[in-house]
């Protein structure tokens, strides 16, 4: 074998152990979900105490990812991956042996800062490891698949593992896989070296923007509570917008700006961020009461949750790895970006419909099948997009910047979805109409919001992004 051939087997080997790290992070955002119950009840939480199991990662997950990506272009990417894989599976570790409900929600706090470490950089360092467009797009199905799937996948592992063993176990299995992806890694991934700590070193800037993404995610995640109009949601999220308008203003002031604000030059960067944060909303929002609208109305497990959303699971196999490469090429991420939106909008119209007696081949998998297709043709596309403009000195900093837009979607999404559902649910109620029938009701208002925010990303995909088309010497060309 030549050394040419040795190099391209370890750069896809390389891409295998990122994607390894990856989906155990992302699994850990689904998994979770499944066990809430056998937490609560093994822990003695209350329910307001439950809910901090989850908010307290995604606050200092989204918080610090636009900061970790960055860090990653200043010390080197593998460096910051290695790290958060480390203090990712110590916690984890932590999590699995908690005793009290603090010690969990402090563990899963630390967990979340790992994760934001590991995943901040893994989409730079691919785009940065094959950087001949042809490749480039399979690597990203590659990843995509692991991003989108993971969820789905989540939901599965998290029924098997907490009806076969028990809740601690959904930590315990992140243990040997991060201590196998780190060790990997160490061969694997190649290493780069930093800008350095002086081209960035910003302090103020970071200081501004993590507290504004944490406070931002805090104030979405609580809204839910207390109401979006409620005093306390309005003013933490004045205080969040001040602290990122005091960011904005530090970025164009600082000689070394933690986030150079040319990145947003391009039109495609910025459009396919913007895109992101509402179709995560929309897909985030939707999953989740799905999922509820299956345990809570029809009556499944958690193992037949996790079953139902495999048509997903398999269909972004199918196209992001297999056909988004080929089909991006040939049509453009533009184009097939509009494609996997509209998939997605009819899965969401059709979840619309479902009835309180609903049954899976009826009404489940002709929502979740063409969601799945849309969701194998969008992120790829979206990512490619969404990476064009970085250089190999930002490749970190997209890279965050992706990753932090799609966890303000998410949770966006889901506070908006999951308050006006229980609201309009709680209405119904009220006035007489049946338990089973005002949830229903309930979601499918619920429904519909995911099908206009995702309505929302397809008009920004066909108004905002720019065509990338493919020259003959396979070099991304843009159509004006």
Not at 98 to 107: F, G, H, K
Not at 251 to 275: C, D, E, I
Not at 395 to 413: D, E
């Amino acid at each position: 074998m030549t050394s040419g051939g040795s190099r391209t087997d370890a750069r896809w080997l390389a891409l295998i152990v990122l994607c390894a790290g990856m989906l155990m992070i992302v699994l850990d955002q689904t998994i979770v979900n499944v066990a809430l119950p056998a937490i609560a009840e093994d822990l003695k939480f209350g329910q307001a105490g439950l809910a901090w199991v989850v908010n307290a990662y995604l606050i200092a997950y989204g918080g610090l990812l636009l900061l970790a990506g960055r860090l990653g272009d200043l010390i080197g990417h593998k460096k910051v991956f290695l790290i958060g894989l480390g203090v990712f599976t110590v916690a984890s570790l932590l999590c699995g042996l908690s005793l009290s409900a603090e010690m969990l929600i402090v563990s899963r706090f630390v967990q979340g800062a790992g994760g934001a470490l590991a995943t901040s950089v893994t989409l730079g360092m691919v785009v940065t490891m094959f950087p001949e467009p042809g490749e480039q797009r399979r690597a990203i199905g590659v990843f995509s698949f692991v991003a989108a799937a993971g969820a789905s996948l989540g939901l599965l592992l998290g029924g098997v593992l907490t009806d076969a063993m028990s809740w601690h176990w959904i930590f315990f299995v992140n243990i040997p896989i991060g201590i196998v992806a780190a060790v990997a890694a160490v061969r694997l991934v190649p290493d780069s070296e930093g800008l350095g700590l002086r081209e960035g070193a910003d302090v103020l800037g970071a200081l501004l923007i993590v507290a504004a993404v944490m406070l931002g995610v805090y104030t979405i995640v609580k809204a839910e509570h207390y109401g979006f109009g409620s005093a306390h949601t309005l003013g933490l999220g004045a205080v969040a917008v001040a602290l990122l308008v005091g960011f904005v203003f530090r970025q164009r002031t600082a000689a070394k700006p933690l986030l150079p604000l040319r990145v947003f030059k391009s039109r495609n960067v910025t459009g396919a961020n913007l895109v992101q944060i509402s179709m995560v909303a929309g897909m985030f929002g939707l999953f989740f009461l799905g999922t509820l609208y299956m345990q809570l109305v029809l009556q499944y497990t958690p193992l037949q949750i996790g079953l139902a959303f495999m048509p997903v699971a398999g269909a972004i196999a199918v196209f992001s790895v297999s056909l988004s490469a080929r089909l991006n090429t040939r049509f453009g991420e533009r184009n097939m970006l509009i494609v996997g939106l509209l998939f997605m909008l009819a899965g969401m119209l059709v979840f619309t419909q479902v009835p309180v007696d609903g049954s899976y081949l009826a009404h489940i998998l002709p929502a979740v099948a063409p969601l799945g297709i849309g969701l194998g043709l969008s992120f790829p596309a979206l990512m490619t997009l969404a990476m064009s403009g970085a250089s190999h000195d930002e490749a970190g900093l997209a890279s965050g910047l992706v990753n932090t837009t799609a966890q303000v979607g998410g949770a966006l999404g889901l506070a908006v979805l999951a308050t006006t559902s229980t609201t309009y649910t709680s209405s119904l109620l009220a006035s007489g109409v049946g338990r089973l029938e005002a949830l229903t009701s309930g979601f499918h208002l619920a429904f519909w919001i995911s099908a206009v925010l995702v309505a929302v990303a397809l008009g920004l995909a066909v108004f905002v992004l720019r065509q990338v088309a493919v020259s003959r010497d396979s070099q991304p060309v843009l159509v004006h």
